[in-house]
């Protein structure tokens, strides 16, 4: 995988702080990488998925038979073919992989079927049809709770109560009446679809050895392994995945999506190539989505901007399956009050079953939800107490050594005051009265800023560790064994980096080995803001381990008194003392396999305080001890006929520790605020009864070429002694700023503020003819 | 039914017989293993699949294979030299981070192929409309267009160069 | 995807026989990329499709310099229009219409006839030619008939065309001098989006002064067909065309249009755009009369 071009030090190591081009480019460019969507092969089946269609019913017999005497099929599979446990789920076991006893939401799939070709399969897909009976489903977070409603999981202890968590601080909420001033508001958040480019794919096969092996496009091959094998009683070794750079995941491909009915079909044709693809539709049904959240808030200040208490009561809709609902929830009442000290807060947080599609890991991981409310509420209080923005989030804002909202001590960088005082030196933030007074007829402009906090890992129990792998060939190459999956976010390039800048070696004098449960080592998941910190960092201590053997066995043969004495260059090593260089080749023929491959185990610090925010929160990682900042600022105009909103400009300044290559940096910011710009304005998966409206890109719209504005990224480089190189986690912080800084924008403009999302044109007008009409009444 | 077609691919001449209700990205990806075009929503609602036909970007994935008798259909896989060399525009993708996930990147390197030969030198606004069929979930779009900005500004002579090169039948 | 069969006829004679012979299993296409939408998700299930590609000979735009009128073969795709400096000098409203139409690769293939035929309510092709009284020309097998475009649809997916006919050709007659039009599509992004509103003005005025002489208002997605507000357009004649009187233009306009609530928005706002854009596009007319004057 050699880059045909310019390195940016050609022929040299790579630095770090360098935009060197990315590992994949060259393949992705040429249209030669292969994606998991991208595996046919000899002899190759089709299999494809039955879905129940109805948002909860009672199961009863699947017929099959049609289907299977369809020319070209070989095989309907149900629930009764499962031979392990049938379930699968990251922490609880709660889907089902072929619904036996009930269909809890439309996605769910019911009979899975092999066959020749597309089309014999699409035929025989039809003609599976099941007797059900009808259950009253339920479709809102809130009744799910109510007495009565129905239940989805009749054994689960708490009813369609998935996870809840209290927490509070100080006096709690009794410290409103301490306040001088109060606000209040609740908001809405939408369920917000992935929509990566690539859909849920994969290939699998039962190998001649007996062993199943499954190339799928995912963000978690070792979990996924794990899920495959106990859902379909395998021994975990009996399995192997690989992890091609998938399209585009975004939390969406964290966790088990065709994987399992892969294996199943592989199981069952006949030793053939197994292939899956879900079309669209199919991937904004059975897909996972952005939870849909209810957020109260109040909160309460001093007259002069201080933050004295926080109020927040909050649902989210998981839809039928836990997936990763709980840890979400976890998140988002970890975030809820924001980078800010408030002495007083109490938290309250719901995770509900419904028959609605599946809530689960995207992008963000419940903050977005949070941070739109918060930073909404920040700007009410200043509002009410007519302060600056800026200037009320500066007096708030954590420091290094505070306690953050959930009282946890903040122990690393806190680079937020930094992000927002750069912000108030942009010269957008500077302009932006002139800019405002420029706006045409019947248009008004607005500011709006943002700030935003994100923590990175997995939180205080689940270990968040990665285990790192570097070897040197006997032909004297460098091979970087990647443990956490690239889905776009460039992890696999600063892989590159980080090892070619300790080895010393250019990236075309290296290849990097993609996640595969049988040759890379299990480091966890591509998610939580973690990759680069969490694998960077063991990383860095397998190629300073493996670079202290190579130098001690060249100092060996080179005669040198030690090993201080020899350098790694480019292909080789060089004795200072005598200017002698020997290649790698040739030294690598003097090691011994195990000498040739180093592995380093890192396991990324978590925090001592134990704080009690009720069963299982902890479990499900509150709190996290490493955070990123950031401070956003919105350009808005408002068509004050039509409601529309332009987003004109975008500013986002990021405290993510240093930055190793800053193309990747800055599209890591650039794509979160385009997803956020999507959150905010326009993307909204509808759906009534369980039954979704919005089924392709044409009814469910997410920003185009022409939608999104010029996004200016800053980086404040503060170092982060505990990143390798002093780097923090920037894959997610940028995806909470877009829409509160717009929605503050919009206030800023036109004095109305939007509690329900996205902030569609009518939802805007209606605004502001409630406003009018307020006004001249 | 099947019918049998004659055209250039990637400079290639081609003839084939082709199934009535193929699209030319099934044609394409799944007959003759080219798997560099994309099938993103298979409803011509994201550009994955784009392709050049005579001179113009279309949606394989509503394209059928039939259609392309008597035309001169451009890939990504022929984008490039044989030799490996890339086309200024894949170039300048991958030194202005054009490129993440690499998904859509086919697609959007076509469809700005289609747009630089038709207008070598269209404006911020000429390159969002014409892009705007080809959706990025990844890069926030930004430096997309400053990959194309990058080509434009190297001129109209070497892009005409590289043009002509790509298309010329290797046969 | 179901299978069918790809025929390609050369004659429009043949064409017509073709599709008698094969009955409600056959359809014709065009472009193709709206039929295989709904071929490959199973919403029709032809076992022929009937190509006019040949049938229709080589597609045609051009203006008869004799009658004034403009020719738009039914075969012209979106980007040939968008491309056009004819349309976009002396047709502006169509230009508007066609180039937010899909994607650049879909207009590359849909064609106008294609648009047309297809006849959803929010036909962004329907709606300028509806303003320009252009005429749809139709061949069927006995001979050829011409359609009023107003009239040419029925329902959503319905048209006028029995089994067999072909959209053939739109003509659309010489405008009144001084005389432009404008179209607003209006949806939740810049581009490839079905338009929550759409909304095309076409007025012509007195020689020197801002008289209405002639006015059209139709509109796309206001009703199960593409309609015009002939109130609103009765009530301009004769008038001088301000931010008034258009305003009243756009009120009744919005009276007349008979919206309804979806998924993509509610019909008191589709409403309120309907009176927005009727104003805003008849401002916009008023521009481009003085820019081709100047």
């Known amino acids: 995988m050699t880059l045909p071009i310019n390195n940016g030090n050609e022929g040299g190591p790579p630095g770090i702080g360098v935009s060197i081009p990315r590992a994949d480019a060259y393949m992705k460019v040429s249209g030669r990488e292969k994606y998991a969507s991208d595996y046919y092969g000899e002899d190759l089946v089709w299999c494809g998925v039955k879905r ?60 899975l079927v092999i066959a020749e070709d597309r089309h014999s399969l699409n035929k025989a897909l039809d003609l ?60 809405r958040t939408p369920r917000q679809e992935h929509a990566y480019l690539e859909t849920e794919a994969g290939w699998a096969q039962v190998q001649d050895d007996g062993r199943l092996f499954i190339v799928c496009s995912t963000q978690t091959p070792f979990r996924d392994r794990s899920e495959v094998a106990e859902a379909l009683g395998l021994d975990l070794h009996d399995v192997r995945i690989k992890a091609p750079y998938p399209g585009g995941a975004f939390g969406g491909k964290d966790g088990v999506t065709v994987q399992t009915l892969l294996g199943l079909a592989a199981l069952n044709s006949g030793g053939r190539p197994v292939r899956m693809q879900w079309d669209r539709e199919e991937s904004f049904l059975a897909g996972t989505k952005r939870h849909p959240a209810r957020l109260y808030y109040r909160l309460g200040a001093k007259r002069d901007g201080t933050l004295h208490c926080l109020d927040v009561h909050m649902v989210l809709d998981t839809g039928p ?123 008004r402009r607005g500011a709006g800023v943002a700030a935003l906090t994100h923590a990175s890992g997995y939180g205080p129990v689940v270990p968040d560790v990665a285990n790192a792998k570097v070897e040197l060939t006997r032909e004297g190459k460098f091979l970087i064994y990647s443990g956490v999956v690239d889905m776009g976010q460039g992890n696999a390039t600063t892989n590159l980096q980080i090892a070619g800048s300790i080895l010393c070696q250019p990236t075309d004098g290296m290849e990097l080995v993609l996640p595969d449960t049988d040759r890379t080592l299990p480091s966890g998941s591509a998610s939580a803001s973690r990759c680069t910190y969490t694998f960077g960092n063991a990383l860095i201590g397998a190629a300073e381990n493996l ?11 080179l005669m040198a008194r030690s090993r201080d004495e020899i350098v790694l260059i480019p292909g080789g090593v060089r004795h200072l003392v005598s200017g002698k260089d020997l290649p790698l080749s040739v030294i690598a023929g003097f090691m011994d396999e195990a000498e040739r491959i180093s592995v380093h185990h890192f396991k990324a610090p978590t925090a001592p305080e134990n704080f009690d925010a009720g069963p299982g929160i902890r479990m499900h990682g509150f709190p996290h001890t490493l955070f990123s900042y950031a401070a956003h600022l919105a350009l808005v105009e408002v068509d004050e006929l039509t409601g529309e909103i332009t987003v004109c400009r975008y500013v986002a300044i990021s405290d993510c520790g240093t930055v190793v290559n800053p193309q990747i940096y800055e599209q890591q910011i650039q794509g979160a605020v385009a997803q956020g710009i999507g959150f905010a304005l326009c993307e909204d998966l509808v759906s009534t009864q369980g039954l979704i409206l919005t089924q392709d890109f044409a009814g469910y719209v997410i920003p185009t070429a022409a939608d999104v504005p010029e996004i200016d990224s800053v980086p404040v480089e503060i170092f982060e002694p505990s990143g390798p190189f002093g780097l923090k986690g920037v894959g997610e912080i940028a995806m909470n700023g877009p829409l509160p800084a717009i929605s503050n924008a919009v206030a800023d403009a036109c004095g109305v503020r939007i509690f329900e999302y996205p902030m569609t044109p009518e939802r805007v007008l209606a605004a502001i003819r409630d406003a009018c009409k307020r006004i001249s009444e | 039914m099947a019918t049998e077609v004659r055209f250039k691919l990637n400079g290639n001449r081609m003839q084939m017989t082709v199934e009535d209700h193929w699209t030319l990205l099934h044609l394409l990806r799944e007959e003759l293993g080219l798997t560099g075009t994309k099938e993103g929503c298979g409803s011509g609602e994201c550009g994955a699949c ?27 896989e022929g984008l490039a030299g044989k030799d490996g060399t890339l086309h200024p525009l894949q170039k300048s993708f991958v030194e202005n981070g054009g490129i993440q996930c690499g998904f859509c990147t086919p697609g959007m390197i076509l469809a700005s192929k289609a747009l630089l030969d038709e207008n070598p030198r269209p404006s911020e606004a000429e390159i969002k409309h014409a892009l705007a069929g080809n959706l990025c979930r990844c890069t926030g779009y930004v430096p997309i267009f400053a990959s194309i900005q990058a080509v434009i500004d190297q001129g109209i002579e070497e892009v005409d160069v590289v043009v002509r090169q790509s298309e010329s039948p290797s046969d | 995807m179901r299978k069918f069969a790809y025929l390609v006829p050369k004659t429009l004679d043949q064409a017509v026989s073709l599709h008698q012979s094969h009955g409600n299993r056959a359809m014709y296409v065009a472009g193709g990329t709206d039929v295989m939408v709904k071929v ?27 009658t004034g009128e403009l020719h738009i073969g039914s075969l012209v795709t979106h980007r040939t229009l968008e491309t056009s400096s004819t349309i976009k000098r002396h ?114 005025l007195e020689q020197g002064s801002n008289r209405c002489t002639k006015a059209r208002i139709a509109l796309g997605v206001a009703a199960p067909t593409p309609m015009r507000s002939l109130a609103a357009e009765h009530y301009l004649v004769g008038k001088e065309i301000t931010e008034e009187t258009l305003g009243e233009a756009g009120k009744l306009a919005a009276d007349e249009s008979r919206v309804r609530d979806s998924v993509r928005g509610l019909a008191w706002y589709r409403r309120e755009m309907v009176e927005v854009f009727v104003k805003r596009m008849g401002m916009k007319c008023l521009e481009r009369i003085k820019e081709m004057g100047a």
């Open chain 1, 52 to 111: 129940a269609g109805v948002p909860h019913v009672v199961i009863g017999e699947i017929h099959t038979r049609a289907a299977s005497e369809t020319p070209g099929v070989l095989a309907v599979l149900t629930h009764s073919d499962v031979r392990g446990t049938n379930r699968q789920g990251v922490l609880q076991k709660d889907q089902p992989v072929l619904a036996d006893d009930k269909a809890r939401h439309c996605g769910d799939a019911v009979a």
């Open chain 1, 128 to 187: 599976v049809s099941f007797d059900y009976e009808l259950l009253p489903g339920v479709f809102d977070a809130e009744e799910a709770l109510e007495e009565g409603a129905p239940i989805l999981h009749e054994n689960h202890p708490q009813g369609n109560l998935l996870l809840s968590g209290e927490y509070r601080t100080g006096a709690g909420a009794s410290a409103m009446a301490e306040c001088d001033v109060v606000v209040e508001g609740s908001f």
């Open chain 1, 321 to 443: 399956y836990d997936h990763l609902g709980g840890v979400v929830l976890a998140l988002g009442l970890e975030h809820a009050g924001g980078a800010y000290r408030v002495p007083h807060v109490n938290l309250k947080g719901k995770c509900v079953y419904t028959n609605n599609p599946v809530g689960g890991a995207f992008r963000g991981f419940g903050v977005p939800q949070v941070t739109a409310a918060i930073e909404q509420m920040i700007d009410m209080t200043a509002e009410k107490l007519q302060m600056d923005p800026l200037e009320t989030r500066l007096r708030n804002a954590v420091r290094r050594g505070d306690k953050n909202s959930i009282g946890k001590t903040l122990v690393n960088s806190t680079g937020l005051r930094e992000c927002l005082k750069a912000l108030g030196e942009h010269p957008l933030w500077k302009s932006r009265a002139e800019w405002k007074a420029g706006a045409g007829a019947f248009k």
């Open chain 1, 547 to 557: 670079k202290t053997r190579i130098l001690q066995r060249a100092a060996d043969l």
């Open chain 2, 50 to 76: 784009t392709v050049v036909v005579d001179g113009l970007a279309v949606n394989s994935c509503l394209y059928l294979a039939v259609d392309v008798a008597g035309k001169d259909v451009l890939t990504i």
């Open chain 3, 40 to 66: 490959k998700s199973g919403k029709i299930t032809p076992d022929y499709l009937i190509s006019l590609k040949h049938a229709l000979g080589s597609p045609q735009l051009r203006v008869n310099s004799d």
């Open chain 3, 91 to 204: 047709y502006p409203i169509l230009h508007d219409a066609v180039q937010h139409i899909g994607s650049v690769q879909i207009r590359n293939v849909a064609t106008i006839g294609g648009n047309l035929v297809n006849a959803v309510p929010s036909a962004d092709g329907a709606i300028p030619l509806i303003a320009l009284d252009a005429v749809a020309k139709v061949y069927a097998g006995t001979g050829e008939r011409t359609v009023d475009l107003i009239h040419f649809f029925e329902g959503p997916g319905q048209t006028v065309l029995a089994p067999g006919e072909i959209l053939t050709e739109i003509v659309v007659p010489k405008q009144p001098a001084p005389s432009a039009g404008a179209y607003q599509k209006y949806g939740r992004r810049e581009a490839m989006e079905l338009p929550l509103i759409g909304v095309g003005v076409q007025l012509s």
